[in-house]
């Protein structure tokens, strides 16, 4: 019925940069608060960003801050997740995640407060 698809993943050098896409079949992603998680090998899984409906809110975590940035593209209804300056720590399965809006925002980090998510794209950064 509703399915969120990811995209962009790829093996990169530290230093390097990848885009990221999530993008939405089944129902407007416009009406959803959009959250970006990852799990590492051997770790659990971890909030790193969010961006609110109205794109007026953004949120990340401090392993990425400054690094990492999120954005809704207002025409095509796709997020995107821009990483710069990867690191090894970053490699992990990125997943993107929708959210009601009515949900509030102090508790985007809340990985069951999300009601769909996609397959998740691997993001490696090694040498």
């Known amino acids: 019925q509703v399915q969120l698809v990811e995209s962009g993943g790829g093996l990169v050098q530290p230093g390097g940069s990848l885009k990221l896409s999530c993008a939405a079949a089944g129902f407007e992603l416009d009406a959803y608060g959009i959250g970006w998680f990852r799990q590492a090998p051997g770790k659990g899984r971890e909030a790193i960003s969010y961006i609110s409906k109205s794109a007026g809110r953004k949120y990340y975590a401090d392993p990425v801050k400054g690094r990492f940035t999120i954005s809704r593209d207002s025409a095509t209804s796709i997020i995107h997740l821009q990483m710069d300056s990867l690191k090894p720590e970053d490699t992990a399965r990125y997943y993107c995640?929708?959210?009601?809006?009515?949900?509030?925002?102090?508790?985007?980090?809340?990985?069951?407060?999300?009601?769909?998510w996609g397959q998740g794209t691997q993001v490696t950064v090694s040498s």
């Open positions: 995640a929708a959210r009601s809006s009515l949900a509030g925002v102090s508790t985007w980090w809340d990985e069951a407060l999300y009601e769909f």
